[in-house]
Every structure is written in C-alpha cells, then in structure tokens.
C-alpha cells in the first residue's frame, strides 16, 4: 500500500504517532535518504525532510529503505541493465560486419561448427549471438560516472498524511472517477477497497469501477451499489476473477449462501424495465442462475424474471433495439423521443442522427439531454465535432490499446449546426466546472490531452494521456526495453521507425540495421531467464527524419501480458554526459508493458517546424503475428496508426482552462494545474496534477 501511494502521488505517508524527537540522528538519517534519492531523480520537499529529520533516526532508515525501492521501481532501476555491446553506444560494429564475424568465429570453431545445420544457416543460432558476452560489473568498468547537469530530472517527494489517510483518499479518488480506469488501476482499487474497509465512496458514475467496488461490499455483506441488471454480471465476473467489462466472458464460481441473497436482493430491486439489457450477454445470464439458484429464493420474484428473459421465456424489449428498429425504418423523430430518456445514449449518437436529416428536433432534443448527461459524455461529444470541422482518418482504440484506422467517408455535417452544438457543450460544461478562485496554470500542463478514458493512459513514471504533447530537452535521446520471461525463452526486440513529414521514405535501426548517422542499437539479445535490456540511442540535432516511432517487437516467447515483467521507457541527455547504458536521474518516462497485442507503440517524436523535438504520446498495441515480429514487417500500420493520432485535434487541458478563465469566481480560494506540485501555494489550494487530472472532469 505505501509503494502504492508513492508511485500514483509522489507523496511518502508518513503516520504522526506524537513521536517527535529533537533534530539529531534522525536529522543525519534524513540528509543521507536525500542524497540517495538524488542519485535516482528524486528529492524529498522541504516539510517531507523536516518531518523525517524529528523522527527516531531507526525509523527514518526503515523508512528509507522502502521509499528508495519503491521510486526505483517507478524509474526502472530496480534491474541490472547490461547491454550486449559494453562500449555501448561506442564501437558499434556495422551489422554486416558484425555478422561476418560471428560467423568467421563459428566456423574456427570445430565445435561450433559441427552444430551448424548443413546446407541451411539460422544466424540467430550462432553460439556467441543473442547472449550477453560479459557481467555487469564488467559494463560498470567500462563506463564513467554520470555528469549530473541541471538539466536531470528531479521529482519531488512530498509529505503525506498517514497511511490510512492517503490510501482513503486514492480509493475515493479512484472510486469517483468519472472515467473508466486503466486495468492496472482497477486492480489498485481493488487492494484499496480491501483496505480501506468501512470507508464508502459518495459516487461511483463508472459501471466497471462499482463492481470492483461492490466486490468489497459483497465480501462485507454490505448492500450492493447497484441500478441496472448489469451491475450485478459485472460483480458477479469480478469475483470470479474474471472481465469486468464483460467484453471476454467469464468461467463463474460457485457463490456462498450469503452471497446470492445479496446478489438477488440487488437483481430484483431494478425494475423490469432494464431487463431489456439482458439480453446483450444472454449465455453469461445462463451461467449465473446455474450458481444463484433464483428458484430457491421466491423471496425475489424480479430476480427470477432476470433469468427467465435470458432463457428466452420472458420478453423483454433493450431500448436500443427499439431505437436501431426505428433508424432503419427512417423514423428519425421517434428513434431521437426514445434516445431522450437516455441523453448520454442520444449525445453519443448525435453525429448519426444529424446525418440522418433530423435537422432542429435534433438539435433541441441535444440542448435538453446536455443538462442530464455526464461531463464525460460532453467533453467526449466536443473532441468529437472539433474534429469534423477538419475531418481526419478514424481511429478506433478498445480497452487493450489494441487500434485500427479507417478513412472518413462520413457526410459532412451542417456547418451551422455543428457550431450550434459545440456552443451548447461548451455552456453546459462551463456551467459545471467548479469554481476556481484565483486559477494558475503552468503553460506545460496546456497541451496535456484530457483523460476522457483512463485506459488512454496507463501508470506510470511521467505518463501523458494518449494524445498529449510535451517537449523533449536534451541533445540525446535513449529509448530501453526491459524484460524477464516467466516460464519459456523470450526474444523481445526494440527497434525505431523513421520517416519523412509525408509517413514515408522509411529507415529503421533494429537487430537488423545496427546504426546509422544518427542512431545507434545496443544489440540483440534473444533470451531473458534473468532479464534483459536494449538501448536505442538518437542524436535528435543529427536526424535526417522528423518523425520517429520507438517499438517493441515481440520475436518468439511470451507476450506483454504472460512476461514476470517488461517496460519501455525513455531518457534525455546532453552531448557532454557520459555514465552507464541506464541513468535513472535522466529517465524521462517509464511505464510497464501489458498490452494484449504483439508490438507496443507507447509514443512517437516530432520535429516541429522551429526544429524544436516533441513527444506525442500513443499507448498502442498492434496485434502482429504470433512470432517473428519485425520492424520492417509494420511499417504500413504503424505509419498510418501514428499519422492518425498525430492529426487529431485532442481536446487538451488548455481548452478547460480556458472555461475556468471565463467563468465567474466568488474568490476564497486557488486553483493550480499543473505537472507538479510547486512550493509556495497558498494554504488550502486544490491542485490537479496528471495524477489527479480525472477529478478535473466534471459529473
């Protein structure tokens, strides 16, 4: 729980136990975790460092201790990193002369070369490739210290509450967001509604965060948060260990007595008008009365007509059925009176319903269900219509990062009509914006894209939502990869995508082009039983191409999801640093990799027009085959992928602060947004950071 709270808030909990203690050993202690902390990019903010200096100088170190692996866990430099070149990125060799020479040796060798298949030649099985050739104390004598500049990154601990304290205000945090979170983060959720027992969240809008929630409920025996026959499949698979989201079905477990009174006391409290929805996961419904057993609980006769529509027994008509039947028979008037007792259902369709001649009946059923839908669903619609006033490919992204991209062949909609909606949402989103006070932003935190669905991004050191834009500082640039497979030889291959301002015109530097004027590839490494890393180093003043798009290619083995651990990440140095292959005071980003496709695109970087290097971020996966995934092999997808992002006009945090600007203030209080954390706020600020940029979103 505590490395929890400080890798999602950089906050360190420290717990006021009255144990104060005048400065002395405790203050010695403290200096010394700062200085360690420093050497990974950290630094403790003045009250964390006055706190820990009046506390016993045992408990400072205990402290210490498991403060300093958690933040080198975020950085990744809780692992070795070796490279197979020690010199790396000097003495490179060129590829072609690098395979030459393991050939040559191999076939010196006479034993060596008794193993070689005649007639047939596998390079990747030359006995020297793939494997590092020295330890990592080895790379350590090879390689100077770091230079520390002023330009290293340096991340700012700061002071928490106590543990109780901080976790209860992640889990409401959490629990309220009004977007659908990363799959890391509702596990997060999970172990703090474990912990956080007893302590009840006013409002869970998300459908997949109150079923892990109510999983918590369920184990307590509290009442279920529950308003639809859904809610209860969706808690009922999470306690199964299963998808939440009820895309993948899910093998259900048997349930305690208990536990089906609870779920069939939730089931028959929603009224028969939402039985409709059984009907999109019909078979799952199967499933869960052969464990629920309704027919002994006559208690629930609600309950009981659940399963009897899933049976087919029972009719029961979904609203969006009646809706679909309507639209196809061109009943546009009657399709927009059903979608009215579903505004958030109406918004989302309102692109359809505009083309399908609706004219001002739509707009007017619009302007009424803005003032019902969630903040979500407006902000939502607004990305949405700003980018059909410039249409651009269609991109389509699902809960695994997984995406596809099509040409817009839509009909383009009303002009007047489409501006008449972008002011309604904008009025109707002002209006529930919280009042600022007095706003300050940090111009870097402008074009931050707001997190409309937390599985655009996922946790991690740095981490940006998907489309969101930053610079990149420093003259070097350094991509890595790390991984350790779980149970079976795993090759993954970090490679680079280059390509002129039209997406063309490729180059590429894998284990298949070691270098070129201005990258460089650590080398190969093919199996991963105590870890593995790979390096790509740019010299971004020397590149020939503006757009460059670091991946991970999975060769052969295990994927993201089966590995005991991988993560992609990257740093920045200027020329004059040297230091090892892996600095973590010069990490920039890093973030696990755990996505169910085969080749990850966590970003792409951009040479703007004044020269100046940007980071626009994509958390993508591309399915690829099931082995021998190259570079080469997805230049196509992964271009247009990236030109699609790239051209879309991402609804950022400037266009909020902007609202917040024009909206009328009472005073009393401030407002920051921000990256990080300034010093100096004034007392009782409310502060929005990447990490809680969620709670920015209004209901």
């Known amino acids: 729980m505590e490395d929890l709270i400080i890798a999602r808030r950089l906050r360190v909990p420290v717990d006021d136990a009255g144990n104060d203690t005048m400065p002395g050993w405790g203050e010695v202690a403290a200096r010394q975790l700062d200085a360690a902390l420093l050497s990974v990019g950290f630094t403790c903010s003045p009250a964390l460092l006055d706190r820990l200096s009046r506390l016993p100088g045992e408990q400072v170190i205990d402290l210490g201790v498991r403060v300093l692996a958690a933040v080198r866990r975020l950085t990744g430099d809780h692992v070795e990193h070796n490279a197979y070149f020690i010199d790396f990125p000097r003495n490179v060799p060129d590829t072609l002369e690098f395979w030459a020479g393991l050939l040559r040796e191999a076939m010196l060798d006479p034993v060596a070369a008794a193993?070689?298949?005649?007639?047939?030649?596998?390079?990747?099985?030359?006995?020297?490739?793939?494997?590092?050739?020295?330890?990592?104390?080895?790379?350590?004598?090879?390689?100077?210290?770091?230079?520390?500049?002023?330009?290293?990154?340096?991340?700012?601990?700061?002071?928490?509450?106590?543990?109780?304290?901080?976790?209860?205000?992640?889990?409401?945090?959490?629990?309220?967001?009004?977007?659908?979170?990363?799959?890391?983060?509702?596990?997060?959720?999970?172990?703090?509604?474990?912990?956080?027992?007893?302590?009840?969240?006013?409002?869970?809008?998300?459908?997949?965060?109150?079923?892990?929630?109510?999983?918590?409920?369920l184990a307590a025996g509290r009442p279920l948060l529950a308003d639809t026959v859904t809610d209860v499949l969706r808690l009922a698979a999470a306690c199964s260990g299963g998808d939440v989201t009820l895309a993948t079905p899910t093998r259900l477990r048997s349930f305690r007595r208990a536990e089906r009174r609870i779920l069939l006391t939730a089931l028959d409290a929603v009224p028969a008008a939402k039985h409709g929805d059984v009907l999109r996961h019909r078979e799952q419904w199967k499933r869960l009365g052969e464990r629920l057993h309704p027919h002994e609980y006559p208690q629930f006769p609600r309950a009981a007509q659940v399963f009897e529509v899933a049976r087919g027994v029972r009719k029961a008509a979904s609203s969006g059925s009646r809706v679909e039947a309507a639209l196809a028979a061109g009943r546009t008037d009657e399709?927009?009176?059903?979608?009215?007792?579903?505004?958030?259902?109406?918004?989302?369709?309102?692109?359809?319903?505009?083309?399908?001649?609706?004219?001002?009946?739509?707009?007017?059923?619009?302007?009424?269900?803005?003032?019902?839908?969630?903040?979500?669903?407006?902000?939502?619609?607004?990305?949405?219509?700003?980018?059909?006033?410039?249409?651009?490919?269609?991109?389509?992204?699902?809960?695994?990062?997984?995406?596809?991209?099509?040409?817009?062949?839509?009909?383009?909609?009303?002009?007047?009509?489409?501006?008449?909606?972008?002011?309604?949402?904008?009025?109707?989103?002002?209006?529930?914006?919280?009042?600022?006070?007095?706003?300050?932003?940090?111009?870097?935190?402008?074009?931050?894209?707001?997190?409309?669905?937390?599985?655009?991004?996922?946790?991690?050191?740095?981490?940006?939502?998907?489309?969101?834009?930053?610079?990149?500082?420093?003259?070097?640039?350094?991509?890595?990869?790390?991984?350790?497979?779980?149970?079976?030889?795993?090759?993954?291959?970090?490679?680079?995508?280059?390509?002129?301002?039209?997406?063309?015109?490729?180059?590429?530097?894998?284990?298949?082009?070691?270098?070129?004027?201005?990258?460089?590839?650590?080398?190969?490494?093919?199996?991963?039983?105590?870890?593995?890393?790979?390096?790509?180093?740019?010299?971004?003043?020397?590149?020939?191409?503006?757009?460059?798009?670091?991946?991970?290619?999975?060769?052969?083995?295990?994927?993201?999801?089966?590995?005991?651990?991988?993560?992609?990440?990257?740093?920045?140095?200027?020329?004059?640093?040297?230091?090892?292959?892996?600095?973590?005071?010069?990490?920039?980003?890093?973030?696990?990799?755990?996505?169910?496709?085969?080749?990850?695109?966590?970003?792409?970087?951009?040479?703007?027009?004044?020269?100046?290097?940007?980071?626009?971020?994509?958390?993508?996966?591309?399915?690829?085959?099931?082995?021998?995934?190259?570079?080469?092999?997805?230049?196509?997808?992964?271009?247009?992928?990236?030109r699609s992002i790239v051209e879309r006009d991402y609804l950022r945090v400037g266009y909020l602060a902007g609202l917040l600007r024009a909206k009328p203030s009472i005073g009393g209080h401030s407002t920051y947004i921000g990256l990080g954390t300034p010093a100096g706020l004034p007392d009782g600020a409310r502060v929005y950071t990447p990490a809680t940029l969620h709670e920015l979103i209004p209901a």
């Not at 983060?185 to 969240?201: K, N, T, V």
């Not at 489409?418 to 919280?434: G, M, N, S, V, Y």
Request: proline fraction near 6%; aromatic fraction near 8%; glycine fraction near 8%.
């Open 115 to 217: 193993r070689l298949q005649p007639g047939s030649l596998n390079l990747l099985d030359l006995p020297r490739y793939g494997g590092y050739q020295h330890t990592y104390a080895d790379l350590l004598a090879a390689h100077a210290e770091l230079i520390p500049l002023a330009g290293d990154r340096v991340t700012v601990l700061e002071l928490g509450g106590s543990l109780r304290d901080e976790a209860r205000e992640l889990y409401l945090s959490l629990a309220g967001s009004e977007v659908p979170l990363a799959a890391e983060d509702l596990d997060a959720l999970r172990a703090l509604a474990a912990f956080c027992a007893g302590d009840e969240p006013e409002h869970v809008p998300v459908r997949e965060n109150r079923a892990v929630v109510n999983e918590a409920r």
């Open 335 to 642: 399709a927009v009176s059903l979608l009215e007792h579903t505004p958030g259902a109406l918004l989302r369709r309102l692109d359809h319903l505009l083309r399908a001649g609706g004219g001002s009946a739509v707009l007017e059923a619009a302007e009424r269900s803005a003032a019902r839908a969630s903040g979500r669903v407006l902000l939502s619609l607004r990305e949405h219509l700003q980018n059909r006033l410039a249409p651009v490919s269609r991109i389509f992204v699902n809960r695994h990062g997984r995406a596809w991209t099509t040409p817009d062949t839509r009909s383009p909609l009303d002009e007047e009509a489409l501006h008449r909606t972008l002011a309604i949402l904008d009025e109707e989103i002002t209006r529930r914006l919280p009042d600022p006070g007095e706003l300050i932003v940090d111009p870097a935190v402008l074009d931050v894209a707001l997190p409309l669905s937390g599985k655009a991004v996922v946790p991690g050191l740095g981490m940006l939502p998907r489309g969101s834009l930053s610079p990149v500082d420093g003259e070097l640039l350094r991509f890595f990869v790390h991984w350790r497979q779980a149970a079976r030889r795993t090759d993954y291959d970090l490679s680079a995508l280059m390509l002129d301002p039209t997406y063309d015109n490729p180059t590429h530097i894998s284990w298949t082009a070691y270098g070129n004027d201005f990258a460089t590839y650590s080398g190969d490494l093919t199996d991963a039983a105590d870890g593995a890393s790979e390096f790509i180093d740019v010299r971004l003043s020397r590149a020939t191409r503006p757009i460059i798009i670091p991946q991970v290619n999975i060769y052969t083995g295990e994927g993201f999801n089966e590995a005991a651990e991988a993560f992609f990440g990257y740093m920045t140095r200027d020329a004059a640093q040297e230091g090892r292959p892996f600095e973590p005071r010069t990490v920039r980003m890093k973030s696990d990799l755990r996505g169910s496709g085969r080749i990850a695109l966590p970003l792409v970087f951009l040479r703007g027009d004044d020269g100046a290097w940007w980071v626009k971020w994509l958390h993508l996966y591309l399915s690829g085959r099931p082995a021998f995934n190259q570079v080469e092999g997805n230049r196509v997808t992964a271009s247009l992928l990236v």
